[in-house]
């Protein structure tokens, strides 16, 4: 979402860079959104992808459909949502001629809709599986209710939520203990929070706790809140928005390691501001 208009606007040359970059990091999976840039991240990102001459099978692709947005290059009278068959399929073509790839690893519907039937979904889901178009279908921002009104008609393989530090409401309203229960591949977006965004007493509380463990683990920041993510038993991949090449590649760090079960509490408490009951 940050490569393009809504972020740091990269040309083609700087966007085959990163990807280059990220490909030597083992960072290879990219995630996108129709709407990204106001509908034009996709075609950006597809130019240097192109340009790149990487593999695709190298790399994985996903995206989501199903917010239309009043935009200069979509004249829709209101922001809504959208799930009626013709409507996803159409989504998912553009995002293939965009990215300029024969499919996508993944696709998942981008937000609820009070109006969404799964049958229409199931449909559309169906035919781009038949004709290669998608490898595996989840959702976005879904509650447990609302997965299994669309698993009425057919399997969702992920979810992709908010969940972070200073975000944690998914450790108690049945989000990631649906993703256990059903085999779901869970996503956390905005994984970092709000930790290097706002200011306040919550963030006070975290960095006193932070510091200390940064001197245990010999550790960043940022590889610390990435790995109070992925210590949850339900797996969650950190969906990584920053374009800095140091960011990047203390995220990857992140990934090995290995919190204490008392340090993962002592930094829930701190975002909590109290004891756990």
Known sequence: MTWGRWGKSLSTAEMEELLNYCLELGITTFDHADIYGGYTNEADFGKA???????????QLISKCGI?????????????YQYDTDYIVRSVEQSLSHLQTEYLDLLL?????????????????EKLRKEGKIRDFGVSNFTPSQVGLIEKATKVQANQIECSLTQ????????????????????????????????????????KVLKKLKKKYKVST?????????????????VVGTTTKERLALAVKAADLK?????????????QGHDVP
């Not at 609820?112 to 229409?120: E, G, K, N, T, W």
Request: glycine fraction near 6%.
């Open 68 to 80: 239309q947005l009043d935009t200069d290059s979509r004249k829709n009278k209101v922001n809504h």
């Open 109 to 125: 519907l981008h937000r609820p809709s009070p109006l969404m039937h799964p049958d229409p979904v199931s449909r559309a889901i």
């Open 168 to 207: 944690h409401k998914a450790l108690f309203n049945g989000m990631l203990d649906d993703g256990i229960t059903h085999d779901r591949m869970m996503m956390s977006w905005s994984p970092l929070g709000s930790y290097y965004r706002k200011k306040g007493k919550k963030k006070d509380r975290i960095k």
């Open 259 to 271: 919190l204490d079960n008392e340090d993962w509490f002592r930094l829930l408490i701190a975002s």
């Open 222 to 238: 940022t590889e610390l809140l990435l790995a109070w993510i992925m210590t949850h038993p339900a797996e969650i991949h950190p």
């Open 49 to 59: 992808f192109k340009a790149s001459g990487i593999s695709r099978d190298g790399i």
